[in-house]
């Protein structure tokens, strides 16, 4: 395995290189690891009805979990008459991101689980995250370092407390104990952790370690959430689960300026979420219907007021020098559906108001994206995935005076904009290599880059290993 990976893998991809080599000296403690397991079991002799017996909720008392992701992704060159201080660099890049997390809980007392996932990352995002709106990778950070480096993205606590109905067994699962609990119940969790590991949730379209990358497919583009520049914040949710619906709330912290890091804790500048989700059956396969509405109040600028200064002192506009205290709201709808029992379906559609300067996520006013994720049964690979998605997304008139006259968002500014929606596409195939290991390769096609037709279209590439115990 290492001779393969010296032979051909080096050669294109030099970080990657590393990472291979890891993985393949650590596939063989992932499979004694999942042997020693299937023999305990054996060992046990556990029974259907024992093996419910274990999983009642005092009987996981803890749990760890951990992870390994490295994504590495170029882009082909492509057409740039012109390029700001966020554009996309034109000449053909390859960067690559790498992260580790441990996921480790506790059960506290009935229904109580305390989680916490350090996590090691290296690596950047291309052209350091910039210059797609609908940015190419999800396990892109808009803060990279060449050398690891440990935070703590998640500490948080969840309460689930029962409001009766039929009992269910909870799974083992990343941040979740097993066991057992009343369909109906109401969930409280308090702490750090990222605001779309509960809302705009989707089963085909949401994890970047292991479905599709584009951050406008995985997400409602238009959905501004609150997140540091790794994205996660302090916050806390309630939810309300009740037979076929769930109703959901959320205060979360908003950073101190856009697009920053945040670091302890205020109340002057926050987010409010609330989330609808009903339930159902469609000739016997289970979809979800999502509406989720939004509302930041922090001090951000109106793109108007920020194109006025610049004309008044003949200077490119500056959206920093016109921020003051007000308010962005927006919502999104958030459908799946599974069509067959090897073949889902997902839509997203979400607004913002668009007056005002993206605050966390990325310069995005309107989204669209559909996709189809197909189990590969059909070829007798079952636990391999293909992925089929495109996102349309758009800008409001006053961002568009705002960037075409070379003011700079979170994520893009080319100096210039020739207006046209920024369209994307991507697929991708996910072949798993052991049952703790899989390999993705991705491909995405992004036409007006950055809403810029005079810019692109360009051709990216992704390359992904995922390995989990």
Do not use: C
């Amino acid at each position: 395995m290492k001779k393969i990976i010296s032979t051909f893998v080096k050669p294109a991809f030099p970080h990657l290189s590393t990472v291979l080599s890891m993985m393949a000296g650590s596939s063989i403690l992932l499979a004694m690891h999942a042997s020693a397991d299937d023999q305990v079991s054996v060992n046990k002799g556990v029974s259907a009805a024992q093996s419910v017996e274990q999983i009642t909720p005092d009987n996981e008392s803890w749990a760890w979990s951990a992870q390994l992701t490295n994504i590495t992704q170029g882009h082909s060159k492509f057409a740039s008459p012109y390029a700001g201080a966020n554009s996309l660099i034109a000449n053909g890049r390859t960067e690559e991101t790498t992260d580790i997390t441990l996921f480790a809980g506790v059960r506290l007392w009935r229904g109580a689980e305390f989680w916490l996932n350090p996590e090691i990352d290296q690596g950047f995002g291309l052209s350091n995250t910039l210059g797609v709106a609908g940015y190419p990778s999800g396990g892109a950070y808009k803060l990279g370092q060449n050398k690891p480096y440990i935070r703590l993205p998640r500490a948080f606590i969840r309460q689930t407390l029962s409001l009766g109905g039929t009992d269910e067994a909870v799974p083992s699962g990343v941040n979740q104990l097993s066991g057992t609990r009343t369909q109906n119940n109401v969930v409280l969790t308090v702490g750090r952790y990222a605001v779309v590991d509960i809302f705009d949730t989707n089963t085909y379209a949401h994890d970047p370690r292991a479905d599709f990358l584009n951050w406008s497919i995985i997400e409602s583009g238009a959905f501004d959430y609150a997140a540091d520049v790794w994205g996660y914040t302090n916050g806390a949710t309630i939810e309300w689960n009740q037979d076929n619906w769930s109703l959901r709330g959320a205060v979360f912290q908003l950073s101190p300026e856009p697009n920053s890091k945040i670091a302890g804790i205020h109340t002057s500048q926050y987010s409010v979420i609330a989330e609808f989700e009903r339930r159902h059956e469609w000739q016997n396969h289970p979809g979800k219907i999502k509406l989720l509405g939004f509302v930041n109040r922090a001090k951000m600028s109106r793109y108007k007021d920020a194109v006025q200064l610049g004309i008044a002192s003949n200077a490119i506009p500056d959206a920093s020098l016109t921020r003051r205290f007000g308010s962005n709201t927006g919502f999104a709808f958030n459908a799946e559906q599974e069509i067959t029992s090897d073949v889902g379906a997902f839509a997203r559609f979400s607004m913002n108001a668009g007056d005002k300067e993206a605050y966390e996520f990325t310069d995005i006013n309107r989204s669209l994206a559909m996709g189809l994720s197909i189990k590969g049964d059909r070829w007798n690979r079952h636990d391999d995935t293909v992925g089929i998605a495109f996102a349309v997304n758009g800008l409001s008139s006053d961002a568009k005076r705002y960037f075409k006259a070379g003011g700079l968002g979170v994520l893009i500014g080319d100096g210039d904009l020739n207006y046209g929606n920024e369209k994307i596409f991507e697929s991708y195939y996910s072949f798993k290599l052991h049952p703790h290991v899989s390999l993705s390769v991705d491909y995405q096609r992004v036409t007006n880059p950055a809403y810029n037709k005079d810019r692109g279209p360009v051709s990216l590439f992704g390359l992904r290993l995922h390995a989990d115990m």
